[in-house]
């Protein structure tokens, strides 16, 4: 009994020893998995910063390089001779392309993070093809390369009027572009790219088709990962990043849909898209335009349209921009709703059954309640080939049409304000400043310079502007303190402003920066120019509404 006795006494301690070296083994692994994390963190707070400096650091002086050559260029300083002028080009090319690699580079990271959510709304697959053509057809001009948009014939599930879809336009419209822009510099000359789309009721099919060299089977798949090349000579023959189509991938996942390539029977390659969808009956079916009380709001809009696509579209960035907007389907119907309602301006279609719009201009500016409105002409031709008897419209935007450049032509045909208006650019890089303020030399504004939040804040006061350009990170503060003094300013807290940073504001951000109508602009993605043109529009639209409030208030 007391041999067994000693042999469970000492198989209990070899027992005990065992498991406290597997408690001492565990709580090792536990310190070096605690490390671990620490180290992670660490890395991945070292990473934010250097994102962070990367967004400023870089993207505020190139921006600066950017919009000083932009300028040269434009012969701001007079003309420049050939040899000049293609080293201005050189130039411009290789800043462009290192403006990419930034851009393309914190995209890529925002949206493996998530700091890049969507912003899903009702999407028209026929117009982002448009668009995305129209923003790609200098490069395939340039390239003597033709595109073609070929839409499925019409049927249950797939409208003439417009494939509809839930989605980021922009992002999607970034995935369009990407593809057309590879297809381009892998185009022969002469060739056509073809844009084909399909659809059934619970998704769509996007395919763009190229008649170039097409793509080696292997690498089919590993064309998507980063700064992949399908040769090593790529990057510096033909341009581009490398990450174009990973960024890509990533977009049209965040969409749960799928992107794939494969090779042509013939020459080239064909990348395919799939995303989602869910049909819906206003998708299909002619919703009746006329609305028989407007609602109050900031200035109402006529479109006139007979392409409810089309109207979709316009109506959608209109109300962003505050606009309330009433739609119509034909020439006869926008006669009768300028008469019965308060209209501030009339987007007008000139290829329409029965009344066109060359007659439908006619009859505005024949009747006394429809004379005096603003009328900016939608058309598919070229301003320049404008017939001599539209003379009566105050504007003209091309389609497909850039919503940019329809907000300029809104805002210069509605623009009664006498005087130059007053901006204020809040910006510390005075490198920057100066290309800024360069840019705005021809425009009838007279825009300052503050370099600091103190400096902004006594200009403020002293000399209210009517407009602010400010970039959010100040050398005695930053621009989220500034807005918040703004907002207790009765006589500023509605102060348009252009918020113009070197990184990418949050949702949540952007609902601390919001004074009255404001816009979010990301310096190395808009150059000084479009600044200038943004403001040009915001300035002249919310001077008009002023001016229409005081003589409403009159009267």
Same mark, same amino acid.
């Not at 932009?70 to 040899?83: C, P």
């Not at 000139?350 to 005096?372: I, V």
């Not at 502007?465 to 009765?490: A, E, H, M, N, Y």
């Not at 310096?523 to 120019?529: D, E, G, L, S, V």
């Given at each position: 009994m007391i041999g067994f006795l000693l042999f469970a006494l000492l198989r209990s301690r070899r027992s005990v020893r065992d498991i406290s070296g597997q408690?001492?083994?565990?709580?090792?692994?536990?310190?070096?998995?605690?490390?671990?994390?620490?180290?992670?963190?660490?890395?991945? $707070?070292?990473?934010?910063?250097?994102?962070?400096?990367?967004?400023?650091?870089?993207?505020?002086?190139?921006?600066?390089?950017?919009?000083?050559?932009?300028?040269?260029?434009?012969? +701001? !300083?007079?003309?420049?001779?050939?040899?000049?002028?293609?080293?201005?080009?050189?130039?411009?090319?290789?800043?462009?392309?290192?403006?990419?690699? *930034?851009?393309? *580079?914190?995209?890529?990271?925002?949206?493996?993070?998530?700091?890049?959510?969507?912003?899903?709304?009702?999407? /028209?697959?026929? &117009?982002?093809?448009?668009?995305? !053509?129209?923003?790609?057809?200098?490069?395939?001009?340039?390239?003597?390369?033709?595109?073609?948009?070929?839409?499925?014939?019409?049927?249950?599930?797939?409208?003439?009027?417009?494939?509809? %879809?839930?989605?980021?336009?922009?992002?999607?419209?970034?995935?369009?572009?990407?593809?057309?822009?590879?297809?381009?510099?892998?185009?022969?000359?002469?060739?056509?790219?073809?844009?084909?789309?399909?659809?059934?009721?619970?998704?769509?099919?996007?395919?763009?088709?190229?008649?170039?060299?097409? *793509?080696?089977?292997?690498?089919?798949?590993?064309? %998507?990962?980063?700064?992949?090349?399908?040769?090593?000579?790529?990057?510096?023959?033909?341009?581009?990043?490398?990450?174009?189509?990973?960024?890509?991938?990533?977009?049209?996942?965040?969409?749960?849909?799928?992107?794939?390539?494969?090779?042509?029977?013939?020459?080239?390659?064909?990348?395919?898209?799939?995303?989602?969808? +869910?049909?819906?009956?206003?998708?299909?079916?002619?919703?009746?335009?006329? !609305?028989?009380?407007?609602?109050?709001?900031?200035?109402?809009?006529?479109?006139?349209?007979?392409?409810?696509?089309?109207?979709?579209?316009?109506? &959608?960035?209109?109300?962003?921009?505050?606009?309330?907007?009433?739609?119509?389907?034909?020439?006869?119907?926008?006669?009768?709703?300028?008469?019965?309602?308060?209209?501030?301006?009339?987007?007008?279609?000139?290829?329409?059954?029965?009344?066109?719009?060359?007659? $439908?201009?006619?009859?505005?500016?024949?009747?006394? =309640?429809?004379?005096?409105?603003?009328?900016?002409?939608?058309?598919v031709l070229s301003p320049t080939l404008r017939p001599q008897f539209t003379g009566d419209a105050q504007g003209w935007v091309q389609k497909p049409f850039n919503e940019k450049l329809l907000f300029s032509e809104l805002g210069r045909v509605l623009h009664h304000g006498d005087g130059p208006a007053n901006v204020?650019?809040?910006?510390?890089?005075?490198?920057?400043?100066?290309?800024?303020?360069?840019?705005?030399?021809?425009?009838?504004?007279?825009?300052?310079? =503050?370099?600091?939040?103190?400096?902004?804040?006594?200009?403020?006061?002293?000399?209210?502007?009517?407009?602010?350009?400010?970039?959010?990170?100040?050398?005695?503060?930053?621009?989220?303190?500034?807005?918040?003094?703004?907002?207790?300013?009765?006589?500023?807290?509605?102060?348009?402003?252009?918020?113009?940073?070197?990184?990418?504001?949050?949702? /949540?951000?952007?609902?601390?920066?919001?004074?009255?109508?404001?816009?979010?602009?990301?310096? =190395?993605?808009?150059?000084?120019?479009?600044?200038?043109?943004?403001?040009? /529009?915001?300035?002249?639209?919310?001077? /008009?509404?002023?001016?229409?409030?005081?003589? =409403?208030?009159?009267?």
């Amino acid at each position: 009994m007391i041999g067994f006795l000693l042999f469970a006494l000492l198989r209990s301690r070899r027992s005990v020893r065992d498991i406290s070296g597997q408690l001492t083994q565990a709580r090792e692994q536990q310190h070096q998995h605690n490390q671990q994390l620490t180290e992670r963190s660490q890395l991945d $707070t070292l990473k934010d910063e250097f994102i962070s400096t990367v967004s400023h650091e870089l993207r505020t002086p190139l921006t600066s390089i950017r919009g000083a050559l932009g300028l040269l260029s434009s012969g +701001v !300083i007079g003309d420049v001779d050939a040899k000049a002028q293609n080293l201005l080009r050189i130039a411009v090319t290789n800043t462009d392309r290192l403006i990419r690699l *930034i851009n393309d *580079i914190l995209d890529i990271e925002r949206m493996e993070s998530g700091r890049a959510p969507l912003q899903v709304r009702r999407c /028209s697959m026929r &117009e982002l093809c448009k668009q995305a !053509i129209e923003t790609m057809k200098p490069m395939a001009d340039s390239n003597t390369v033709h595109i073609d948009l070929i839409v499925a014939p019409s049927g249950p599930n797939n409208p003439v009027e417009g494939l509809f %879809f839930d989605g980021d336009s922009d992002r999607i419209l970034q995935v369009l572009t990407n593809l057309l822009s590879n297809a381009i510099k892998f185009s022969p000359p002469a060739s056509t790219i073809r844009i084909h789309t399909e659809a059934t009721s619970d998704s769509i099919l996007l395919k763009v088709s190229d008649e170039g060299r097409g *793509i080696p089977s292997d690498k089919l798949d590993s064309i %998507f990962d980063r700064f992949q090349q399908v040769e090593p000579s790529d990057a510096r023959q033909k341009g581009g990043t490398g990450l174009g189509l990973s960024i890509c991938r990533s977009i049209v996942q965040q969409h749960s849909g799928s992107i794939w390539a494969q090779r042509n029977l013939g020459p080239g390659t064909t990348f395919y898209v799939m995303l989602p969808r +869910v049909t819906r009956a206003s998708d299909v079916a002619l919703q009746p335009a006329a !609305i028989a009380e407007v609602p109050s709001g900031n200035g109402t809009i006529l479109i006139c349209d007979d392409d409810p696509g089309i109207r979709t579209i316009v109506s &959608e960035h209109l109300q962003r921009q505050g606009y309330t907007v009433i739609e119509a389907n034909s020439g006869q119907q926008t006669l009768t709703l300028a008469a019965e309602n308060q209209v501030e301006a009339i987007l007008l279609d000139l290829y329409m059954p029965g009344l066109s719009g060359w007659e $439908t201009l006619q009859h505005l500016r024949n009747s006394p =309640a429809t004379a005096n409105i603003p009328v900016v002409v939608l058309s598919v031709l070229s301003p320049t080939l404008r017939p001599q008897f539209t003379g009566d419209a105050q504007g003209w935007v091309q389609k497909p049409f850039n919503e940019k450049l329809l907000f300029s032509e809104l805002g210069r045909v509605l623009h009664h304000g006498d005087g130059p208006a007053n901006v204020l650019l809040i910006e510390d890089d005075f490198d920057l400043a100066n290309v800024v303020l360069a840019s705005f030399q021809n425009a009838a504004i007279h825009i300052e310079h =503050a370099a600091t939040r103190q400096h902004a804040i006594r200009h403020c006061i002293d000399f209210p502007p009517d407009l602010l350009i400010l970039d959010l990170t100040l050398p005695d503060g930053d621009g989220f303190s500034l807005v918040d003094w703004l907002r207790q300013q009765p006589a500023l807290r509605s102060l348009p402003l252009v918020v113009y940073s070197g990184r990418e504001v949050s949702d /949540s951000e952007m609902a601390k920066l919001r004074l009255g109508p404001t816009e979010f602009l990301t310096k =190395a993605r808009i150059q000084p120019q479009e600044v200038e043109e943004l403001v040009v /529009s915001m300035v002249q639209r919310f001077r /008009s509404r002023a001016s229409d409030l005081t003589a =409403a208030g009159r009267t």
